[in-house]
């Protein structure tokens, strides 16, 4: 095709109209020109002008020259009968260099005249002359003119479309997506095509050898472009400048941007809107928790790993008063212990479902060396993903020598390790509890703010003053003699910046007492005509001191953001109960990590392709404590990008629905 379209290149620079009188034109491109431009002028559709020029799917160049069908040929027509004569076949010119013939130029001849007289371009003179690029025609030059050798061939063209047999889990915006056009476009296509695809449905697609066909790559998303949406909103909908876009999808470099385009784009695109994975995003959508217990659980057997420092190595097992002994003192062995407690009872819950696994529990004793040895094993060849190891340098040790393989990691625990390309961080960055904090009460426009901090804390307290620039401030009292910090305000300090009304006070501190201070002055200030919400962007472990009390807490609503909600042994929770009747004791966090973290892992390999897939399948998943919404980072792995928003209320601590 490549050849029949250099040919015609050659007819159009010679002013041939041979072509007008067959079936088939031709058209060359102007610049800016594009295949929607050039169809509504011929009024023909843009499959028709692909099926004619395949090339033009990838790149539409100025001075280019395209077959274009005659209208004509375009409208369905019955199938001929004997009544009915059938079509006869249809002819291009084609021609081939056949020699050349040796020229001395004469006075007053020109490119144009030498064209003229020997029937070739001026464009083809040219190219058998480079010098004549940068050179003019001069008398006495002796260039070469080509001799070409016209044939006559047959162009047969290929329908303009083809049957696809949908795929489950397919949505327009994939199919779409993989043949170049737009939802639209696919629509216009299949007139009778269902709102939601059924798998095996029969629909039309453009007919594209399979080389072209682009291929769903599930460690990216996709974004389907709105109704006169330009760059600029798309980079302030996603961070990605024009550059990166076009690098990401070199369509734009041709098409430039169309409503109902798909672009693939990286999970980390500051996009603030997620639906669940059935297409890509559009204006208004939320983020919904998907039950993944609802879906169809693929009955093949899963591979997992699970990793944790036990250190069993230090254990005497002949002795339970020394065993006793080393948990209470070895913080990794009842830490893994706790977390193994969770896990066994995701895995028996699992069972229940009837989800097939094969699990391999290994003991890293936290040694790097030993983990080396444990995934050198032929044991990894087959695992299909890996909780752990726990510990950050065991961790990242794990995921560089299982990178090779793509077997996925999970970090169950470790607040910092290498986001890698295989690499799952299940716990949410600190950071991003900071910005829940901030975007939560940024959006409350009527209350009034408060920012008490100690001497320590004092870039946070400039931080939130920059945010909340009409907010009073109130920094803890200093020991008089030394100037060192006293972690304690007055109760004048509090009145002066107290008003009638919401009033929302930030404290910021690592010191138990000074929790305790703020916390005691704030709650002798509540009345009717005044209410106080107690917050922080860091819950440091001196708001659960035991000199602080709870019921100031409570008083205060104090809020804060976490990577978990506290479950309550009062509601009907099956985990709990199960976890009860095993152990004869309720479970405490790392149990409940234990737990969440396997069912989330196991249930997105068993309603996913694997656990890559399942970042798009399942934007966000919610169990006990702990909830599950990963992003690609543009450069590595996967991160956890959720956090909850949680309130001390009737003594309890409970999830604010946002």
């Not at 004569?85 to 056949?98: G, I, Q």
């Not at 109760?491 to 501190?509: A, H, I, R």
Request: with cysteine; aromatic share 8%; glycine share 4%.
């Amino acid at each position: 095709m490549r050849k029949i379209i250099y040919i015609l290149s050659l007819v159009v620079f010679f002013g041939c109209n041979s072509a007008k009188a067959q079936n088939y034109k031709t058209h060359k491109v102007k610049a800016g020109e594009t295949i929607e431009q050039i169809a509504t002028k011929y009024k023909v559709s843009k499959s028709q002008i692909y099926a004619l020029n395949p090339d033009a799917r990838k790149t539409v160049r100025p001075n280019s020259v395209l077959i274009i069908p005659n209208a004509t040929d375009v409208i369905s027509t019955p199938t001929p009968t004997p009544t009915t004569p059938t079509k006869a076949p249809t002819f291009t010119e084609v021609k081939t260099l056949d020699g050349f013939k040796k020229h001395k130029v004469k006075r007053k001849e020109t490119l144009y005249s030498l064209s003229k007289k020997y029937d070739v371009s001026q464009e083809d003179i040219k190219k058998h002359n480079p010098e004549l690029y940068a050179n003019n025609l001069r008398k006495g030059d002796k260039i070469q003119i080509p001799i070409y050798k016209i044939t006559r061939e047959e162009v047969v063209a290929s329908p303009s479309t083809k049957t696809y047999i949908v795929k489950p889990k397919e949505g327009k915006w994939r199919i779409a997506y993989q043949y170049g056009i737009t939802v639209q476009e696919l629509e216009d296509l299949n007139p009778n095509m269902a709102a939601v695809l059924q798998p095996g449905t029969s629909i039309n697609v453009p007919n594209l050898d399979v080389e072209e066909v682009k291929t769903i790559d599930e460690q990216y998303s996709y974004y389907t472009v709105l109704k006169a949406e330009g760059f600029y909103r798309l980079k302030l909908k996603t961070g990605l400048t024009q550059e990166q876009l076009e690098k990401l999808n070199p369509d734009l470099l041709t098409t430039g941007l169309k409503e109902g385009m798909v672009l693939k784009i990286p999970y980390n695109a500051n996009i603030t809107s997620i639906n669940q994975g059935n297409g890509p995003l559009t204006d208004g959508e939320q983020l919904f928790s998907t039950d993944l217990t609802m879906r169809n659980l693929d009955a093949s057997t899963k591979h997992i790993a699970i990793m944790l420092p036990f250190k069993l190595d230090k254990v005497d097992s002949d002795s339970v008063l020394d065993a006793k002994k080393t948990i209470k003192t070895d913080p990794f062995l009842s830490m893994s212990l706790d977390f193994y407690s969770g896990v066994k009872i995701a895995l028996d819950s699992l069972s229940t479902l009837g989800v097939n696994l094969k699990v391999d529990v290994y003991d890293t004793e936290n040694r790097e060396s030993k983990v080396l040895s444990i995934v050198n094993t032929e044991a990894f060849k087959d695992v299909h993903a890996v909780i752990g190891p726990v510990m950050q340098k065991s961790f990242n040790t794990a995921a560089s020598a299982l990178k090779s393989k793509n077997i996925p990691l999970i970090s169950p625990i470790t607040k910092t390790v290498d986001i890698q390309d295989n690499v799952f961080q299940s716990r949410p960055a600190e950071s991003l509890l900071k910005d829940k904090v901030l975007n939560y009460f940024k959006k409350d426009s009527t209350s009034h703010f408060i920012i008490v901090s100690d001497m320590k804390n004092n870039t946070t307290a400039d931080a939130l003053k920059k945010a909340f620039p009409k907010a009073a401030v109130v920094m803890s009292r200093k020991v008089t003699k030394t100037g060192e910090d006293a972690y304690y305000v007055l109760d004048q300090d509090m009145v002066k910046v107290l008003k009638p009304g919401k009033n929302v006070v930030f404290l910021e501190t690592a010191s138990a007492g000074f929790v305790s201070n703020v916390s005691s002055i704030l709650n002798a200030k509540i009345k009717p005509s005044m209410s106080i919400v107690l917050t922080t962007t860091d819950k440091t472990n001196a708001f659960e001191d035991d000199e602080v009390r709870s019921t100031h807490l409570s008083n205060l609503g104090f809020t804060y953001a976490s990577i978990n909600k506290s479950f309550s042994e009062d509601e009907n929770n099956s985990f709990t109960k199960r976890y009860i009747a095993e152990y004869s004791e309720t479970p405490n966090t790392y149990a409940v990590r234990g737990f969440d973290l396997t069912m989330d892992v196991v249930l997105r390999l068993v309603t996913s392709e694997d656990l890559y897939a399942s970042v798009n399948a399942s934007p966000l998943t919610t169990y006990v404590e702990n909830k599950f919404a990963y992003k690609k980072k543009l450069f590595g792995g996967y991160f956890n990008n959720t956090v909850y928003i949680v309130k001390y209320k009737d003594l309890k601590i409970v999830e604010v629905k946002e």
